[in-house]
């Protein structure tokens, strides 16, 4: 069974421009999480979907992140304009079942904004 | 919202000594959770403890869960340089379908 599939796994962009993170979760799991650790702080829910809907977007810091899951299938995050602070590392996780248990996580995306 | 906290934050030891890291939350949890993050990859579950346990064991992991206290811990038996990682709690509020939250993790390097 192939995991949770994160893309690109690094990416360095200048503030003020784009980036959009993919997310391909399990196949068969309706339930997908973005997290975020920026360095040196905890890991930060950010939004959940199950299958295409937002679920809680509750973490999602402003506007100009952008989650989508077009399909129910793989999920976008959009940062724009991104900026200094947005720097971290992007883990998304995917799971069968609402709830806590049994999160897949992927590698993450470690996204630099200089 | 809840938050874990881990201590320390980074600790080093040789191989073979045994790593105990803390956590502390604030509310009340139905679980708690240890993940493992190995640089550059993501992070894997290593164990849960469900607020009604005060003890678990998976192979050389030990956790110990304190729900007075609101803490839990995790010791790591007969290290391995192969243990180096950061190390999170994550905890689950006990009123319902919440996503976990997780702490700021503790560094652990096992030097060989």
């Known amino acids: 069974e192939a995991g949770v599939t994160q893309f690109p796994s690094h990416s360095v962009i200048e503030k003020g421009q784009t980036v959009t993170l993919r997310c391909d979760p399990i196949?068969?799991?309706?339930?997908l999480y973005w997290y975020r650790r920026v360095m040196g702080k905890e890991i930060k829910f950010l939004l959940h979907f199950v299958k295409e809907s937002k679920q809680d977007e509750s973490g999602m810091p402003n506007n100009r992140f952008l989650a989508e899951r077009t399909g129910g299938t793989y999920s976008t995050l959009k940062v724009q304009p991104a900026e200094l602070e947005d720097s971290g590392v992007y883990f998304c996780?995917?799971?069968?079942?609402?709830?806590?248990?049994?999160?897949?996580f992927g590698s993450g995306t470690r996204l630099t904004v200089v | 919202s809840q938050q874990g906290e881990e201590d320390p934050q980074a600790l080093s030891i040789q191989e073979g000594e045994n790593a105990t890291m803390n956590c502390s939350y604030k509310?009340?949890?139905?679980?708690l959770q240890w993940y493992r993050q190995n640089s550059g990859r993501g992070l894997v579950h290593l164990i849960l403890?469900?607020?009604?346990?005060r003890e678990k064991h998976s192979g050389r992991l030990r956790v110990t869960l304190d729900t007075s206290k609101k803490s839990s811990s995790l010791l790591i038996t007969a290290s391995r340089a192969a243990d180096t990682a950061s190390y999170f709690c994550a905890t689950d509020e006990y009123s319902g379908n919440t996503p976990l939250v997780f702490g700021k993790g503790t560094r652990l390097s096992v030097i060989a």
């Open positions: 996780a995917s799971s069968q079942d609402s709830g806590p248990y049994g999160y897949t």
């Open positions: 403890i469900r607020s009604n346990e």
């Open positions: 196949s068969g799991h309706d339930n």
């Open positions: 509310t009340s949890i139905n679980n």
